[in-house]
């Protein structure tokens, strides 16, 4: 994907919005969104699977079916909704969640804001408004909208709540060719950044699941999710798989804007893990 502006900078920049403006989506950035999700190439995931997105627009908090979807309180004002669908399989969901990251960076740079919702929106009242095929689910949504200048103090306390701008240190999530070793900074040889945006990338509850391993000759990471036990398991789906295609998501358009070439791989390279809550899910391999 081409961003117009560093996807860096806007990695660093986007935060959750949940009170938006009034005023509709500008026909430019209605076609914007609308030409983005029609590229195939837009709906690829790291390992080659096919993301699919829908884009909703919204009048008076209703849709042109006459839907009024529900988010049980939490967003106001939206003007739009992007939702997609995926099957409930571990890798579907990573690359769902990487596709779906990857296009809320780019609203973010139209300017327009954004929320990650998993858990607090009412799927059934989604379902109607677009048609899901076999084995098919809505993981998470998004609103649309300008952000309103002045965040609702329930913006506010909902962060403070969640810890949202408080991110672990690197010593909890990175680690140097075993969990044994923490991570430093000054020994990654150049990946330093991409690392870092996975340390700042958002995550459901900021419970940041991911854990990165670096082998020996910095050539390889490796990501592991550190699963919350019983998190989301009355949603029917492991939501921080979610997570773990943000994260990796992150680390990618962070090498592609450093011109760090690499390729994402599944070979588990069997560590001993760091609990029993750990689990291995890609690596990405710096090309020669």
């Given at each position: 994907m081409n961003f117009t502006l560093s996807a860096i900078e806007t990695m660093r920049r986007r935060q959750s919005i949940r009170t938006y403006e009034q005023q509709s989506l500008s026909e430019a950035d209605v076609k914007q969104i609308s030409n983005y999700i029609?590229?195939?190439?837009?709906?690829?995931?790291?390992?080659?699977?096919?993301?699919?997105?829908?884009?909703?627009?919204?009048?008076?908090?209703?849709?042109?079916?006459?839907?009024?979807?529900?988010?049980?309180?939490?967003?106001?004002?939206?003007?739009?909704?992007?939702?997609?669908?995926?099957?409930?399989?571990?890798?579907?969901?990573?690359?769902y969640a990487f596709i779906f990251h990857r296009l809320i960076l780019f609203m973010t740079q139209l300017g327009l804001g954004t929320c990650w919702m998993g858990g607090t929106f009412s799927r059934n009242s989604f379902e109607k408004e677009i048609q899901l095929r076999d084995l098919e689910f809505i993981p998470c949504v998004t609103p649309l909208g300008y952000p309103k200048d002045k965040q609702r103090v329930f913006d506010k306390a909902l962060r403070f709540v969640v810890r949202a701008d408080n991110k672990k240190p690197w010593d909890r999530l990175f680690f140097d060719a075993s969990f044994a070793v923490p991570l430093v900074k000054e020994n990654v040889d150049g990946l330093e950044t991409p690392i870092e945006m996975v340390r700042l990338g958002p995550s459901a509850s900021n419970k940041q699941p991911w854990r990165l391993v670096l082998s020996t000759d910095r050539q390889v990471c490796h990501f592991y999710i550190e699963h919350t036990p019983n998190y989301s398991s009355k949603l029917g789906y492991k939501m921080q798989l979610l997570d773990m295609g943000i994260a990796m998501c992150q680390f990618d358009l962070a090498c592609r804007e450093l011109e760090i070439e690499g390729c994402w791989m599944v070979e588990d390279p069997v560590l001993d893990l760091k609990n029993e809550n750990t689990e291995y899910i890609a690596s990405w391999k710096m090309s020669k």
């Amino acid at each position: 994907m081409n961003f117009t502006l560093s996807a860096i900078e806007t990695m660093r920049r986007r935060q959750s919005i949940r009170t938006y403006e009034q005023q509709s989506l500008s026909e430019a950035d209605v076609k914007q969104i609308s030409n983005y999700i029609s590229k195939e190439e837009h709906l690829i995931g790291p390992f080659g699977g096919r993301g699919r997105m829908d884009f909703i627009l919204l009048h008076r908090n209703v849709t042109d079916k006459g839907m009024k979807l529900g988010t049980y309180g939490f967003i106001k004002n939206p003007q739009a909704y992007l939702v997609g669908a995926a099957k409930n399989e571990k890798y579907a969901l990573v690359e769902y969640a990487f596709i779906f990251h990857r296009l809320i960076l780019f609203m973010t740079q139209l300017g327009l804001g954004t929320c990650w919702m998993g858990g607090t929106f009412s799927r059934n009242s989604f379902e109607k408004e677009i048609q899901l095929r076999d084995l098919e689910f809505i993981p998470c949504v998004t609103p649309l909208g300008y952000p309103k200048d002045k965040q609702r103090v329930f913006d506010k306390a909902l962060r403070f709540v969640v810890r949202a701008d408080n991110k672990k240190p690197w010593d909890r999530l990175f680690f140097d060719a075993s969990f044994a070793v923490p991570l430093v900074k000054e020994n990654v040889d150049g990946l330093e950044t991409p690392i870092e945006m996975v340390r700042l990338g958002p995550s459901a509850s900021n419970k940041q699941p991911w854990r990165l391993v670096l082998s020996t000759d910095r050539q390889v990471c490796h990501f592991y999710i550190e699963h919350t036990p019983n998190y989301s398991s009355k949603l029917g789906y492991k939501m921080q798989l979610l997570d773990m295609g943000i994260a990796m998501c992150q680390f990618d358009l962070a090498c592609r804007e450093l011109e760090i070439e690499g390729c994402w791989m599944v070979e588990d390279p069997v560590l001993d893990l760091k609990n029993e809550n750990t689990e291995y899910i890609a690596s990405w391999k710096m090309s020669k």
